[in-house]
């Protein structure tokens, strides 16, 4: 159990599924930024072919960019950490119950369940 200040016990099953909705929220934003950042760059590209654009117009859009590819970097850094702490615990899981897997037992399922239809 996980004790969190001001709040109930939490079990370690609560916490990982926390932590998979956490993965999946990142994997979202992380594709939002791209778009974004593809639309950004899209827009300097178009905006360094128009005669009328200024210099320091192209500059800030790709200001805008870059910063963007900052944010972008640190959405996978959270990412990467965030999946690296679910694939610890599914390892963890599974060493835990691979000793009680009855390899008799599942076969029989899997027979049961897909060769004899």
């Keep these: 159990m996980i004790t969190v200040k001001g709040s109930d016990k939490l079990t370690y099953r609560k ?3 926390t ?3 956490d993965i999946n ?3 979202d934003l992380l594709g939002k930024l791209v ?3 593809t639309a950004l760059v899209g827009a300097a590209g178009e905006l360094n072919k ?3 654009s200024s210099k320091s117009e192209i500059n800030r859009t790709l200001d805008r960019v870059e910063d963007l590819g900052y944010v972008i970097d640190e959405a996978i850094k959270a990412l990467d ?3 690296c702490n679910y694939g610890t615990y599914c390892k963890v899981k599974s060493g835990t119950m691979k ?3 009855v390899e008799k037992h ?3 399922e899997i027979h049961r369940d897909f060769i004899s239809e």
């Design 35 to 37: 778009g974004s950042y």
């Design 19 to 21: 932590c998979y909705c």
């Design 81 to 83: 950490c965030s999946v």
């Design 25 to 27: 929220n990142l994997s």
């Design 50 to 52: 128009i005669a009328l």
């Design 15 to 17: 916490v990982i599924e």
């Design 106 to 108: 599942v076969s029989t």
């Design 99 to 101: 000793p009680h897997i």
